[in-house]
Structure formats: C-alpha cells, structure tokens
C-alpha cells in the first residue's frame, strides 16, 4: 500500500476522534495538536503517538511519522518510544515501593547501600529523588573526556565510576534543588542493591506484569535489538535527519522503553491506585523540601504544578532522537501522553499548552516577553544592563534593558512596576536593584513568590586581547574526570583541545572569563601575579566548579 502523506493520516485519525470525544474534553483539541505539531508532518520523516486517558476511556489525538526512516513503518500505538526522562517516575516508583515494604528507608544516606561513593556530607534516599544531593550530572562529567556521550556505550557501572571519584558536589546536600540525572543513576542501583534484582526485572515483576504494560522494558542491554522500537532521529540543518538513538545502556534517569497505551496505563494506576495500594500516589507527589523549610516543586520523578488553578503532575523527557511528555491533572482523572522520535519538538513545552487545551483550561504563555518597547542601550536608563553572575549556581545571566523593563537571557521579560522593581510576565519573579542608584548597578536580587532569593553580582566587561590570549594558553588537568583539556592560540583566538576530539575556540565573556558555546561551558581563569594562568574553573549547567589545574 502506498504511503499517504502524514497531514492525510492525521486529519483521517482526528475526525474520528472529534465523534468520541467525552463532554469533559474541549472538542476542539485536535485542531489545536494539527497546529502544535505540525513542523513534524511530514511523510519522509519521524513522528509522534499522542493519546489521552479520561477516566479509564482511553482516545487517541494523532498518530503520524516514520518508526524507522532505513527501513520505513509508520508510528502507531504498538510503537517502542524511549521515554526520556519521564522514566525517572518508574525509577522513583520502585524506590518508593521498596520502602513501603520496609526494605529500605527514603531517609536512609545513600552510602548505607553505596559505601564507595565518596563521604562529602550526607545525602538521602529522599534527597536523591527530588534533585537536592548536589551530586554533578554524569552526562556533563563525560564531557570531560570526550565532545559528545551520544556514541559512547556507557553504562550504570561507567557512571558509577565516574561519581566515585568525586571530591565535590554541587552544593551542600539538602540545601538546594539542581536536577541532575545522576541522582537517578544512583537510584536504580540502589534499586539493584536493595532487591538483589536489576530494576529492569525488579520493575517488570513489580509494575510492568500486573498493569499489563506488556510492550515496555528498560534499554539496558548492549546491541539490544527492541521490537517495534522507533529510531530516534535529530535534524541537520539542511532539513534532513541523523539517526539519533542512544547507544549507552545507562538507565534510571532515562532508557524506558513504552508504547502510549502501556504509559497511558501507568499513569492510570496513580488514580486507581492497582499497583502500590492506598497512599501510593500521595508518596509519589509529595515534593522536596529543603532544608531551608522551602519546598521545591519536584516530588518523586515528577513535577508538580498548575494549569489554570488547578493542579497538574507531569515530566517530560528527552534523550538522543526522543522527545516525550506525561502529565495528569489528577482532580479530573485526565493524563496525556506524547511520545516521539525526532527531537524537533520541545515537549516540555508544547505538553502543558496541549493538556490545557485539551482540558478548556487556559494555557500557559508561550512567550514570557512582555511588550517591553524599544531597547535602551545608553543613560540612565540601561544602568541594569550587562553581564552578571548567579552567586548561588555560579550561572552567567544577560541582562538586557527596554523602555518598560528588562529581559534576562533574552527570553524572560520583566515590566517595570516602579520603586526600583521589575515584575516577570508570569507573577512568579521580581527584580529588585537599589533605588536610589543613578549609576551602573552592580548588583541585583532575584526574589521569587515563595521567598526564596538569589544575588546576581556584575561582571567585569573587560575583555583579553587577541594579543594577551597567551597567558592562558597551556595544559590542564582535573582529577575528578581524569581529563585534561589543552589551551592554544589559533589564529588570534583561544582553542580548547582534548586527545582526539575536535577543537573549538572558546570567546572572552568578561574579565579572565571564556565561554565554549557548543558546550555551554563558562571557564573562569586564576592567574599568578606574573599574569599567567595558573588553573581555570569549568561550570556547565548542571555542574559547577570543575576545577583544572595546570600541568607541565
């Protein structure tokens, strides 16, 4: 049978759903997905599943897209996605599970069941599944000895190794929320070490057999050959796609492995409460709190939220080609589900607008950037604008001034509401600099509605020279990666090195301070009093303060 353009499959799938739509859902949902999702139709290329749970009715929004672009086969509901990070929900539900059995404790320290990870304070069980241990993202660590980890055949052991040789985390355990996906990492070999099985197997006998998810297994086996698995695809820049599909076989924070209706179940026992019994789900949405007394909004594998009032549980997930969002608005028993192998979609956003539409609520905004009028470049006016450090994640933020306001990293707009305060778009953030400063602000505050506030301190703008690039020229090492990075000065520019991989040239962001921009690597030199570098700082988004130190 030929193949139909993907837009014709959609529209034929949706106006049999519009018939079956239930009163509760707003009728009009599947022109609004036609619209979200329609950079993907596209015949030749890969696709999404998309579904939804009402109450225990299951109805299907689109299906369209290649499973496999080498060897051709549509997307549709027996479909093999990776889940991305919505497999931390399973991961954390088998943690969960084992300590309603009373096999372990979530306010166990982790080294009880992990004693050769380092001692740098105490982190818990609990700590761990709602991103406050401090522990560095293993996919940035990796980074360190290689570009990319896309091609590398890593696995929980490979991750394992790399946490036990570090001599620092992020940040005092407890004190702060920083998603990093070793946590996860960790997490299912706790899961290994406690039940004596491996979480693929714990989870199968646990979860996956008695709610009948027969289509979903974790991606933990090298080679694995997955039946009905979609590729994973990425786009190049001349509209084409490569294949994308991880070839590590670490899981925990990722390598679930689901069809949209097994997902659909899972998110159907949180209401049902089948697997895990009463009190359940309460366990699994019960958010962090710091140790600050401040809770955080992430609970166990799960974000937890609100969509016009009302409350709102989701994930989403991306690794390699594969992009996928879960989410369920528990007071109207309603999930969603959207599960793809091409990495065009941005789920994380695209989720929540469709749930909300699908739900007649209203959406969230899609552009955080208020009506701001004209950019202020010189005055007065412009004093808040620059360069400035988060004194807290040692993150560099933009800050660009307007007629009406100001916008941080050109995305998140804030209105002036007067008194030396700046309102976000969204009610959740204000700016505060000093009032009574005529001049350049050297610093701001960053205070949000739960209380919680940040300093952001300005960076010197003073920029090295072509000509006084050497004195950071040189070799570098960091023990905590084993990895060494060389500096060199190519052609009136910084070039960063490492073994075999390809170079790239780092730009001067501030004074002493270089930014890798395919990396997102921000370098922040030390310097001897003769001038020359003598060690530089690595910070990557989610890790902070690799120090290197330089060597012969």
């Excluded at 998309?50 to 479909?79: H, K, P, V, Y």
């Excluded at 954390?92 to 320290?109: E, W, Y």
């Excluded at 409460?273 to 955080?296: C, K, Q, W, Y």
Aim: charge should be positive; charged fraction near 20%; include cysteine.
């Amino acid at each position: 049978m030929p193949f139909c353009t993907a837009r014709a499959i959609l529209r034929t799938s949706l106006s049999t759903l519009i018939i079956a739509l239930p009163a509760t859902i707003n009728a009009q949902a599947p022109l609004v997905v036609d619209t979200l999702f329609a950079n993907m139709h596209s015949a030749t290329g890969p696709g999404c599943v998309i579904a939804l749970d009402s109450g225990g009715r299951r109805r299907w929004l689109t299906t369209f897209g290649q499973r496999d672009l080498e060897r051709g086969g549509l997307n549709d509901s027996t479909t093999r996605f990776e889940a991305g990070s919505v497999s931390k929900q399973v991961t954390a539900a088998a943690v969960v599970l084992l300590a309603r059995q009373g096999r372990l404790s979530l306010n166990d320290d982790v080294r009880r069941w992990i004693p050769e990870l380092p001692d740098l304070g105490r982190v818990t069980v609990r700590m761990l599944l709602t991103h406050q241990s401090g522990w560095r993202d293993w996919r940035n660590l990796t980074e360190m000895s290689r570009w990319t980890s896309d091609d590398a055949t890593w696995t929980n052991a490979d991750a394992l190794a790399l946490l036990v040789r570090q001599r620092a985390l992020n940040f005092a355990p407890g004190s702060q929320y920083a998603y990093s996906n070793s946590n996860y990492v960790l997490a299912a070999i706790l899961v290994e070490r406690v039940s004596g099985s491996s979480l693929r197997v714990f989870t199968t006998e646990a979860f996956f057999k008695p709610l009948q998810m027969n289509a979903t297994t974790w991606r933990d086996e090298p080679g694995g050959m997955y039946r009905g698995r979609a590729q994973g695809y990425s786009p190049r820049d001349d509209g084409s796609f490569r294949n994308d599909t991880p070839a590590e076989t670490v899981v925990g924070p990722s390598g679930l492995l689901t069809t949209t209706p097994d997902l659909l179940r899972w998110l159907r026992n949180f209401d049902t409460g089948a697997v895990g019994g009463p009190g359940f789900r309460e366990d699994m949405e019960r958010v962090g709190v710091l140790t600050s007394g401040r809770p955080t909004s992430y609970a166990m594998g799960l974000e937890v939220s609100t969509l016009g009032g009302e409350r709102v549980v989701s994930h989403a997930g991306w690794t390699g080609g594969y992009v996928a969002y879960a989410g369920r608005m528990p007071t109207r028993g309603l999930s969603l589900v959207i599960l793809c192998n091409g990495s065009a979609v941005n789920t994380d956003d695209l989720g929540p607008i469709l749930l909300a539409r699908v739900a007649g609520v209203a959406a969230p905004p899609a552009d955080l950037r208020p009506a701001l009028g004209a950019a202020v470049t010189a005055g007065s006016g412009a004093r808040v604008s620059g360069l400035f450090r988060n004194q807290r994640t040692r993150q560099i933020a933009t800050v660009r001034t307007f007629v009406r306001g100001l916008a941080i990293n050109t995305w998140l707009g804030y209105t002036s509401v007067g008194g030396g305060r700046y309102r976000s778009s969204n009610g959740a953030r204000e700016l505060i600099v000093n009032p009574d400063t005529t001049t350049v602000v050297d610093s701001f505050t960053l205070r949000t509605v739960d209380g919680d506030s940040v300093q952001y301190d300005r960076l010197d703008s003073t920029l090295a020279s072509s000509e006084t690039l050497g004195v950071y020229a040189g070799r570098f090492h960091n023990d905590d990666t084993g990895a060494t990075i060389e500096l060199t000065v190519t052609n009136g520019q910084l070039v960063a090195r490492r073994g075999a991989a390809p170079p790239d040239s780092a730009v001067a962001l501030f004074r002493d301070g270089f930014r890798v921009p395919s990396q997102s690597w921000v370098l922040t030199f030390q310097r001897a009093v003769d001038g020359t570098a003598t060690s530089f700082d690595l910070y990557l988004p989610r890790t902070r303060q690799l120090n290197f130190t330089r060597v012969p």
